[in-house]
Every structure is written in C-alpha cells, then in structure tokens.
C-alpha cells in the first residue's frame, strides 16, 4: 500500500513513459490497457496491482483500491477536486472526463506523502489532461490535431473523439471532445443486462499563456450525459450537466518554485426512469458545486526540498425529489433530502524530502485539516399514513443541531534504500484521516423507498445517515521490494505487502429487512452507516520476463501481476467489496510497426462476503483477451482485439446485485451478469 504507481501516458496510442517528481517514485509499474476503447476513465488503470472497478454506469465505475473505495480515494482533475453529487454517487469524479481526453493517470496507493491530498485513506488518483503546447522560439506557428473513432461489439458502442491545436511561443489554444454512446450490454449467455445504456459528452478549452520561468493555464470545459443506465441501482441517471473552470499558475523564482490553483465546477444531476427496459416514475434532482484553491511553494535545501501548502475546497449540495402528480406515496409535497448541505475543508501542510546519501532518501510530512459541515431543515412527501416513518425522522433531524466540525492530522514517512543497481526497498507509515461525506451524516429517511434511494454500493439495501459519526482514521504500515535488471525492456519483480488499522471505519448497523420490489424470493436490508473499527490488509505482486528478441519476430515479454487483499471488522465479519485473489498474465510481441498482446485474467471464488449487506457469492473465472495495434504510418494508427474471447458466463465479485433485472423478471436476487464476448477495433488520425 506504500506504493507510488505511476501509469504511462496511456493517450490510446501513446505508452512512452513519463517522468514524475521525486516524491512519486514509480516502484510498481501499472501495465496500461490502451489497446482497447474504453469509455469509462476508471478503466484505465485497471491492469494495475491491487486495483479494481465496482460496477456502475457505463462511463461511472467507482475506482477501489486495496480495499479502499470511493470516497475514501482522493480523485484529481488537473488539480480539481470533484464531489459526488448524487446519492448514488452516479456522477463520479472519474465520470467528468473521457479517456480520450486523459494524457496521464497515476495512482498513489496508501502511503501517500501530504502534498498529494487529505481527506482520503486509500490513496489518491491524479488525472491530467492535454498538457498546452508551445512553438520553437522564434519559429512558425505550431498547428496539430486528431480524430479517433472506437466501436465495441458488447452494446454496440461508438465512442469517437476529436483535438486541435494552436500555439505560439508565447501563447497556446487548445480544444478536445469526445463522444460515447452504448446501447444495454450482453452477457455471456448472450442475455441482454437490461437498462445498461449510456450517452456521453465531454468538451473543454485550454489557454495558456508563458514568460520567463512562468505560465498561467486556464481550463473550462461542459459535460453532458443525457442517460445513463445502472442496473444495480434502484434509479437511472436521466441527465447530468457539468460545468468547470480551472486556473494555474506556476512560476520558478531564486528561492525556489509556486504553484497556484482556484477552480469552479457545478453539476446539475437528475434521476428517474427513461427507457422501456426499466420503467417507472420518480424524479430526484441534485445541485452541487465544487469550488476551491491551492497553494503550494517548494523550496530546495542543501538535500532535497522542503514543500509548504495552503488548499481550501468547498461543496454546496441540495438534494431534493418533487412531487409526483397522483401519487398517494410520492407527494403532495417535495421531499427534500439535503437542504442546502455544505462541506467546507481548510489545509495547512508541511513535506520535507531529504537525499541522505547515495543510497537512502526520505519523505516526511504533516496535514491538518479543518471540515466544517451543516445543513438545513428537510421534509418529507407528505403526513399521510404512507409518510408516517419518514413524517417523524424528519421531525426527529429538524430537532437536532446539524452543524459538525472534525480537527483531523495525517501524518506520513517513507523511507527508500537503493540497495545496488538491481534492487531498492521502500517502508512507510501512515496516518490518514477522511471525515464522512454528506449522506452519510445527514441523509435522515425512515422509510424503505427513502432509505433505498441512498445507496452507492450496488447491493440493493437501504441506507440511512448518522448525525454521530466520527471521522475515520487509518494507521497503515507497508513495505515495498523492487528487484530488477536490464532497463525499462529488461526484467523486474516487485513485491508489496500492507496492512491498515481502521478506527471508526464507517461501516452499517442493521436496522430491519424488506423485500425489493416486493418480491417474496428476494431480501434487502435496512442499514444505518455507524462507526466501527476494521483492519485491512494484503499483498501485491507483479513482473516483467524478457523471453526471446529476433529480427524476424520481434521481442516477447512476459508480464503480470497478481493481488490479495481481505478486509474485516475488528468484532468479526468480513467488509464489503474486497476483491478475490486475482492474477493477470499476458505475454506481448513488438515487432517493426505492431503490438500484439495475449492476456489471461484469473479471478478466484469470492465466498468472504459481507453478511449485514447480504453480499453475494461470485464463483471463479477465467478470461482471454487478445488485442493488437499497428501504426499505418505518421499519421494513422489501427487497433483491434477481443474481450472475453471464449464468451464465459460470469459474476464480476465487486458487481454488486441485478436489481433491474430482479424488477423485470421476478425470482431471486442475482449477481450483476458481466460482459461477454466483444470484438473491438479503432482509428486514430493524427495531424
């Protein structure tokens, strides 16, 4: 959980490598996927060691990470700070850009030194952009662009994506779109998974500006997803519009470098029902907006450098669902959910890194954070009979004073040894601390629809909030051993055990039992999010085998990673979403203009289920993918390939349950299906 893991630039036709400053040490290295379409940014890194995706929409996976999901991850958007808006967290921070618009993705898991972020416990996920690019001094104007188009089998998906650019040596323009639509996916049995379709566009500028050891950057950009399908959530997204603006300055002065950030983005979000594969009618509307600042400046010491940082981030939330007219249920007034919610965060941290010798560097730092969060009166539909438990929680939450304040610390050291030129070792500890999220603490409904309306984790139970809650603090230990040979083509194998302590892990009592849909053969329960202790811990694993080099067949490599990880609660009983033992092996081919790469996914049965969220059981499975790419020319490049080329029939173990499946066709509660086979193909044009 030590580690630093640094993508390379995963551009779908691009993995040169890139450099990352010294507190990112690059000591497992992610194998990056760009061979295939992907729509959904969270995708990118998952060939990575210890990370995983727990089902969502099509392009609003929620990233985990050695057992850590979500929330409990820091995500950055070229320095933005993006919060869930939505009780089902449907709008994803990793949702607001598409892959093709993402130049680089890097996972720092666990450990990670203060300056990459707080308010996490798992780690932190950086995404950036399109860099701005510049002219030669004194030469012409620089003009480029691309044009890339993708399709997948699967749901009949086209994702296509368009970039320009304009530069001087002084001055930069840029524009970057990219468009995916997704009818509902088939699964191995060839059954269509009903209500998984999904439309998505992401827009946005870059301007930038340089002098003398200084640029100033600005970002703005729209998103707008008009539907999108979650088959294990009890509603569907029916639009989402996204706003952002984000300013950077960086300047290199004699005593040292700033950095300076302010950024806006606002989202407007509404749930519901729109397509004949899942019917219904229930309008929920979200308003949330981001907005916030960071200041760092680094200043260089006689062995290494000390950083300095000041951040504030702010988040406005109004959550509420109007009347449905003629419903007894569903009025005669507006439910209002959360009234005005806030949740404001000021930072103050230090981080100095220090060389000692040739052989042994380190990292230490300290964060404190203030969280501020309040909110305002709420209501339910109505007083009438249906309404009764709803009626009186509101009541009860009225009565209570909601404003909350958490004074948390994180502390971090790490320590590197360059043994020899062959083998380097990392140890690290860690304090993190992350304070619960709006709904957690003040989500208030009694009822079984209300409470089945906040629910991120695709099990189909329901969830209520808790005024009590204490924010989490995790103690995490972990150690890292990289043994390697031979360059960036040559050989490595690196191991990485960890282990955290979790004090107030926001975990669930149960509060009662239903049935979803009311169907007799199928159980969901009740839930209230409480503070309990936990403990996670576990290993990771991956390498790299040079195997064979000719002039006729090009050079074979041998790479892979495998990933065990488990998650209990200190009194007993296992956490929710912990991936099985899994392991990925392929072997890839490069020779002349082309890239062919052959790869095996093993996944073991998942039976250390989580019994308070009656989490289902997911047998083992095993996968083939195949995927190859040429570069025609300069200009052109193809690729193709084939996911789950034997058509296996299977459970994703962090799907979650098939609740649109459940409500069309009766019966039990079932595992969300998974994909099956999907023969996929590109083209990327580049001018």
């Not at 691309?146 to 530069?167: D, E, K, W, Y």
């Not at 103050?348 to 230490?364: K, P, Q």
């Not at 009590?468 to 150690?479: I, M, V």
């Given at each position: 959980m030590a580690c630093a893991i640094a993508m390379p630039a995963v551009a779908q036709t691009n993995t040169n490598a890139f450099s990352v400053p010294?507190?990112?040490?690059?000591?497992?290295?992610?194998?990056?996927?760009?061979?295939?379409?992907?729509?959904?940014?969270?995708?990118?890194?998952?060939?990575?060691?210890?990370?995983?995706?727990?089902?969502?929409?099509?392009?609003?996976?929620?990233?985990m990470v050695n057992g850590f999901a979500d929330d409990r991850l820091k995500i950055r958007i070229d320095g933005m700070e993006i919060t869930s808006a939505c009780a089902n967290h449907m709008n994803a921070p990793l949702s607001y850009i598409d892959p093709q618009q993402v130049q680089r993705i890097s996972l720092l898991a666990g450990v990670t030194?203060?300056?990459?972020?707080?308010?996490?416990?798992?780690?932190?996920?950086?995404?950036?952009?399109?860099?701005?690019?510049?002219?030669?001094?004194?030469?012409?104007?620089?003009?480029?662009?691309?044009?890339?188009?993708?399709?997948?089998?699967?749901?009949?998906?086209?994702?296509?994506?368009?970039?320009?650019?304009?530069?001087t040596d002084k001055f930069s323009i840029g524009y970057s779109g990219a468009y995916t639509r997704g009818q509902s996916y088939d699964d191995g049995h060839g059954n269509k998974v009903l209500g998984s379709m999904v439309e998505s566009i992401n827009q946005a500028i870059v301007l930038a500006a340089r002098g003398e050891g200084q640029q100033v950057t600005l970002r703005a950009g729209v998103q707008h997803i008009p539907y999108q399908g979650f088959p294990n959530q009890?509603?569907?997204?029916?639009?989402?519009?996204?706003?952002?603006?984000?300013l950077a300055y960086k300047g290199q002065f004699g005593w040292g470098v700033l950095d300076a950030r302010a950024y806006w983005q606002q989202t407007d979000h509404e749930m519901g029902f729109f397509s004949s594969e899942r019917p219904g009618t229930m309008p929920m509307l979200t308003h949330g907006r981001?907005?916030?600042?960071?200041?760092?400046?680094?200043?260089?010491?006689?062995?290494?450098?000390?950083?300095?940082?000041?951040?504030?981030?702010?988040?406005?939330?109004?959550?509420?669902?109007?009347?449905?007219?003629?419903?007894?249920?569903?009025?005669?007034?507006?439910?209002?959910?959360?009234?005005?919610?806030?949740?404001?965060?000021?930072?103050?941290?230090?981080?100095?890194?220090?060389?000692?010798?040739?052989?042994?560097?380190?990292?230490?730092?300290?964060?404190?954070?203030?969280?501020?969060?309040?909110?305002?009166?709420?209501?339910?539909?109505?007083?009438?009979?249906?309404n009764m438990a709803d009626t009186a929680a509101a009541k009860a939450f009225n009565a209570?004073?909601?404003?909350?304040?958490?004074?948390?610390?994180?502390?971090?050291?790490?320590?590197?040894?360059?043994?020899?030129?062959?083998?380097?070792?990392?140890?690290?500890?860690?304090?993190?601390?992350?304070?619960?999220?709006?709904?957690?603490?003040?989500?208030?409904?009694?009822?079984?629809?209300?409470?089945?309306?906040?629910?991120?984790?695709?099990?189909?139970?329901?969830?209520?909030?808790?005024?009590?809650?204490?924010?989490?603090?995790?103690?995490?230990?972990?150690?890292?051993?990289?043994?390697h040979g031979g360059g960036d083509a040559g050989w490595f194998v690196r191991v990485n055990p960890y282990y955290s302590k979790v004090n107030n892990y926001i975990d669930v009592d149960v509060l009662g039992s239903f049935n979803p849909y009311m169907q007799m053969g199928a159980k969901g329960n009740l839930l209230q999010f409480a503070n309990h202790d936990a403990h996670l811990y576990g290993a990771n694993l991956s390498w790299q085998l040079p195997l064979a080099n000719s002039t006729r067949w090009g050079r074979f490599t041998a790479t892979g990673n495998a990933a065990y990880t488990r998650g209990k609660r200190s009194e007993g009983g296992d956490l929710y979403r912990m991936m099985p033992l899994n392991a990925l092996f392929a072997v890839e081919q490069a020779v002349g203009a082309w890239r062919n790469r052959i790869v095996a996914k093993v996944v073991s049965r998942k039976d250390d289920v989580d019994a308070r969220r009656l989490e289902p059981l997911t047998g083992g499975y095993a996968l083939v993918n195949l995927r190859s790419s040429v570069a025609v020319n300069k200009m052109a490049s193809l690729n193709f390939g084939v996911s789950n080329l034997f058509n296996r029939a299977y459970a994703d173990p962090l799907g979650g349950v098939y609740l649109s499946g459940l409500q069309a066709n009766g019966g039990a509660l079932q595992a969300l299906p998974a994909e099956g086979r999907s023969i996929e193909v590109g083209l990327q044009l580049k001018f």
């Open positions: 010294p507190e990112m040490k690059v000591i497992v290295t992610a194998i990056s996927d760009s061979y295939r379409p992907a729509a959904d940014t969270a995708q990118m890194l998952s060939r990575t060691p210890g990370y995983s995706v727990a089902a969502g929409g099509g392009v609003s996976g929620l990233p030194p203060v300056s990459a972020g707080g308010d996490n416990i798992g780690g932190t996920i950086e995404v950036q952009s399109a860099a701005p690019v510049f002219a030669q001094a004194g030469g012409p104007l620089r003009t480029e662009g691309s044009l890339a188009v993708a399709g997948r089998s699967v749901n009949n998906s086209v994702s296509t994506s368009a970039t320009a650019s304009a530069a009890y509603m569907d997204m029916t639009d989402n519009h996204g706003q952002f603006a984000n981001n907005t916030g600042y960071a200041l760092q400046a680094s200043f260089p010491t006689s062995t290494g450098e000390l950083r300095l940082g000041q951040e504030y981030h702010g988040f406005r939330l109004d959550d509420y669902w109007p009347a449905v007219p003629g419903s007894m249920m569903m009025g005669p007034q507006t439910y209002i959910n959360i009234n005005n919610g806030k949740r404001d965060r000021t930072v103050l941290f230090g981080e100095l890194e220090t060389r000692h010798d040739a052989r042994w560097t380190s990292i230490v730092g300290l964060r404190g954070e203030s969280v501020r969060m309040d909110t305002g009166q709420v209501q339910s539909y109505g007083d009438n009979m249906m209570r004073d909601h404003n909350r304040r958490d004074t948390n610390i994180d502390a971090t050291a790490q320590a590197r040894f360059e043994a020899d030129a062959n083998s380097s070792y990392e140890f690290a500890l860690a304090r993190k601390t992350r304070s619960p999220n709006l709904y957690e603490r003040y989500s208030w409904g009694r009822g079984t629809m209300a409470m089945t309306m906040t629910n991120w984790f695709g099990d189909g139970n329901g969830y209520v909030g808790n005024l009590g809650l204490k924010p989490e603090t995790a103690y995490t230990a972990a150690f890292t051993a990289d043994w």
